[in-house]
């Protein structure tokens, strides 16, 4: 198949686009390198050993997509170009709306204009907000707690109504627990700008010594060691559903929504533990009070998406740690690893 990326030279998207160059698939990509570095599509190519199509443009363009998309036909579009962070989303909605909502729904017109029909979707599992229980399926209630999250039921609720209305013949919304790691080649890895968000690349950077420590909000939780458990799961598991999506939705033409997760549950203690015995370092902690808004544990039941294209997670949290480290220290040019 070939396969327009949007958001292609980011984080989750890098990871995919190697993971189908694997399987044999073409890959073009449509990235406007808002959040992305320049650097990505070299290391990919070194990566895949393929010449990779790369178009500088925003989602919301649509003669520009549409433009891409007539150069480059494909059989689908995997979309994940959007704003991530749920605090900006909060300061500034109206960004979140644009880029978020009105970014997908240009795509989907570009797309209708050029024909293209299938769609695998990054959506969150922040869709099911504060669950009452875990693991989630996905049948649980979904329910919006911040704006981010507003954006990402919307936009699956779009592509849903389209899947609906038979304008797009096949589509996957794809719910992701907490994407982590990095390509065990050391080649692509996630570069957050500023201050990490998130745990792993806050970890890693206190690592490499450009943290003092890492603050842990809250240890009074309902869980074993009493701090917060997630479902971590490998970029790099993460790019192979997407790739088997993919293949399933555009063999079958058929709608799915599913989790993405491995099904463990992982504290942040336990997290800290594994790094610290993936990479020999040691990791200060300063535990700090509760977020507001933080769930004590949040965990997918993953068991739909084997069932319906047979993916499951493969790689342990020992290999998110490891590889995060190889990618991170790589970076800051230690070379312990
Ligand atoms: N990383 C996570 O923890 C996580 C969890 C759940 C869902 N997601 C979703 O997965 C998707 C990918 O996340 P990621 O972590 O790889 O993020 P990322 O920021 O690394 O990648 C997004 C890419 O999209 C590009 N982009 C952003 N706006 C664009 C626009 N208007 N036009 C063209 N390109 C644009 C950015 O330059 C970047 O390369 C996002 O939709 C995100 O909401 C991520």
Redesign the pocket.
Known sequence: MRVLL??G?????SHTAAALAERGHEIVI???????ERDVPARLERLTGKKIPIIE????DVPAVVAALREHPVDAVIH?????AVGESEADPLLYYD?NII?TIRLLQAMQEANVTRIVF?????VYGQPDSSPILEDFPTRVENIYGRT?LVMEDLIRDLARTKKLKAAANLR?F??VGAHPSGQIG?TPRGVPN?LMPYVSQVATGERPHLRVFGNDYDTPDGTGVRDYIHVVDLAEAHALALEHIVTNDVSITVNLGTGEGTSVLQLVTAFETATGRTIPIVIAPRRPGDVSSYYANPALAEQTFGWRAKLNVEDMCRDSWRWQASRAGINDI
Not at 30 to 35: E, K, R, S, V, Y
Not at 80 to 84: D, M, P, Q, T
């Open positions: 949007t958001g030279a980011g984080y989750i998207g449509l990235d406007n390198f808002a959040n992305a443009a925003d989602i919301r994940f170009a959007a704003l991530k880029m970014g990054s959506s969150s599992a922040t990402k992701y907490n994407p996630e998130n």
